[in-house]
Structures are given as structure tokens and as C-alpha cells.
């Protein structure tokens, strides 16, 4: 059975330093990984998808992630947070049929000023 | 506005009564998918439509939750004789076209509040 794992529920960073938000993922075929963050009071909207092209995705305001299949991770990352980043993040995995999303338990990221 | 649209955002109702929900997918996505989220969880999975058939549920749907796509186009979903452990938020998603890495697009969301 498919399943992510974030590791962290909450992660504080100062705005200005970079964002580390870290996901493993359990799958027994090739996974389509995605990253969805969820402001409050707004929809989840998608990131950045893992297309199997390569394996480091580029995303919306400036993320970015990178499929590691040695370590079955999909770390999000940003060189610079901003306040408007603050928000919940979820790595999400897709079933073997690509409809089906397999949520994390999601990071909430705080930004301090 | 062309995103997922979701009706009502916001539903208190006594336990016991019946609930019913609306989405409203992108235009022409033939597919539509309800999440349930809790307090602190990630959204699970509850069920699928490809257009007007409903191809898979969840075991989290039990025999009081039902849904329907009718035409392929808006979807419903109906809590009968709800419970306090219903209470969560209900988020609707469509997508397009077939296969893997298929961006699905969510709603608002309706928060559903038993008491």
C-alpha cells in the first residue's frame, strides 16, 4: 500500500531562511508524488508534482522539491521564506491508477518576523 | 470564478438529521472526487466519479453517506441521521483526462459541525 510520512507537524523558521519540509513515501511502483499547500479559509493548491522527468521539481513561489528513490523521500524546499508562506503543507501520493490522493498528517509552517 | 465550487461553506446540524452538500467541479473535468479532513489529519480519501459513475468508495463511507453525480457534472453528498464523530470538513476535487500525475483541483471546502 502507498503512504507518506511528514516528519515534522510544525516547523518554525524567521523569514528571510530557507524552508525544510520533509516527506518519505512507501510505494510499491514507480509513485507520483505531489505537494499541496492549504491557507487558511482557502482551498488546497497544488505546488509541484513529481513527473518521473526529473527529480528535482520546481513549484509555484519559489519551492522546490527533490525525489530521492535511495531514500524514498520528496523534501520540500525553499531558499527564503516569506510571511505569506505560512500555511499547512501536505505531501501527497497518488494510487497505482493515478486518481486516488494519500495525504501526510501535514506540516504547519510558522514564519516569524 | 472557474474553480470548484462548494455549497454551503459552513453547516450546523443537530444529530440525527440528514445533510446534503454540493460541488461544483471545473467545467468539463470528468472526474470528481470527496475528501473528508479532520482537526490535525490530512484529507481521506471517500470516493470517485468518472463522469456519471461512481467507481470506487472508501470504507470511511458507510451505508449513511451516499453520493451522486447525476448528469457527470455537479456532484451531492448526503449524510443521513448524522453522528457527532461526522463533524469535519468535506472538500470536493475534479481533475481531467486519464493516467498518472492527473492535477486535481479542490474546492473550499464545507465544514460540517454535528451537535
Not at chain 1, 17 to 35: A, G, I, K, Q
Not at chain 1, 48 to 71: D, P, Q, W
Not at chain 2, 5 to 22: A, C, E, L, Y
Not at chain 2, 106 to 115: A, H, I, M, N
Request: with cysteine.
Amino acid at each position: 500500500a502507498q503512504s507518506v510520512t511528514q516528519l515534522d507537524s510544525h516547523v518554525s523558521v524567521s523569514e528571510g531562511t530557507p524552508v525544510l519540509l520533509r516527506c518519505n513515501y512507501s510505494s510499491s511502483y514507480s509513485p507520483s508524488l505531489f505537494w499541496y499547500v492549504q491557507h487558511p479559509n482557502k482551498g488546497l493548491q497544488l505546488l509541484l508534482k513529481y513527473t518521473s522527468a526529473a527529480t528535482l521539481v520546481k513549484g509555484i513561489n519559489g519551492f522546490e522539491a527533490e525525489f530521492k528513490k535511495s531514500e524514498t523521500s520528496f523534501h520540500l524546499t525553499k531558499p527564503s521564506a516569506h510571511m505569506s508562506d505560512a500555511a499547512e503543507y501536505f505531501c501527497v501520493v497518488s494510487d497505482r491508477w493515478g486518481y486516488k490522493y494519500i495525504f501526510g498528517t501535514g506540516t504547519r509552517l510558522k514564519v516569524l518576523a | 470564478d472557474t474553480g470548484v465550487s462548494q455549497d454551503p461553506r459552513h453547516k450546523i446540524t443537530k444529530r440525527g438529521q440528514n445533510v446534503t452538500f454540493r460541488c461544483d467541479p471545473i467545467s468539463e473535468h470528468n472526474r470528481l472526487y470527496w475528501y473528508r479532513q479532520t482537526l490535525g489529519q490530512g484529507p481521506e480519501f471517500l470516493t470517485y466519479f468518472q463522469n456519471e459513475a461512481q467507481l470506487e468508495k472508501s470504507r470511511l463511507l458507510s451505508d449513511r453517506f451516499s453520493a451522486e453525480r447525476p448528469k457527470g457534472s455537479f456532484s451531492t453528498l448526503e449524510i443521513q441521521r448524522t453522528e457527532q464523530g461526522d463533524s469535519a470538513m468535506y472538500l470536493c476535487a475534479s481533475s481531467s483526462g486519464t493516467g498518472l500525475n492527473t492535477e486535481a483541483f479542490f474546492g473550499q471546502g464545507t465544514r460540517l459541525t454535528v451537535v
